[in-house]
């Protein structure tokens, strides 16, 4: 133990673990953020409040049972930062530590204690050759563990590649998602209630498509949560 405790202090000198927003060195005790970064996450506590904001935004759309963000979504603040390396620098890990934190925050409120699956917003075939992983296969296997739910990818499906949604308004974002999703089972979430997970809602026009596509299925229930709201 004390062999291996020296090694890692070694590697740490040459290989220095940084924080991945302000790049400083962490401490041993630090993983991914420094502590000061970490205190100044935009944390939303809808769950700890019982706040219904990313319920709302549903409202009149589609049937939605539980929804909620764990960041608030700023541009240039840390949960941009946070993102932006998850989804196009090769940071999957972030997904990994978004799970195990908001895991246990789940674990500590019964909100999403009824769920049967956990799946994720798909991404196109395309796209994620490119990149190389879905940005949030880590963030739904952590919480799978933290929740004891199984995680279930490659059942919903985007069909298209569609271009980048951020500088685009909620009307133009519902038509470029409208029937991008396709379920490959109809009978696999039959009675069945889905959290359905995504990185960062803004219009909610894409969960939108997706929970169109889902209720496809008899008798299905569908929840959400996303790690970021946009404000």
Known sequence: MANMRFFNEIKNIFYPNICLNCETVLSINEKQLCTLCLFNLPLTNYLKNNDKSVEKIFY??????RATAFLFYNKKGITQTLIH????KGYEEIGGFFGDWFGEILKDNNSFNNIDYIIPV??????QKVR???QLTKFGERLSINMNKPFLENILIKKASSKTQTKKSRL??????NKLFFLTDLEIFQNKHILLIDDIITT????EACANELFLTKNIKISIISMAISE
Do not use: D, F, Q, W
Request: aromatic fraction near 6%; proline fraction near 3%.
């Open 60 to 65: 009149g759309r589609v049937k939605i049972e």
């Open 122 to 127: 798909p991404l196109h075939k395309k796209r």
């Open 132 to 134: 190389g992983y879905n």
């Open 85 to 88: 390396k998850l989804k196009y």
């Open 172 to 177: 133009e974002r519902i038509k470029n998602v």
């Open 204 to 207: 909610g026009a894409t969960i």
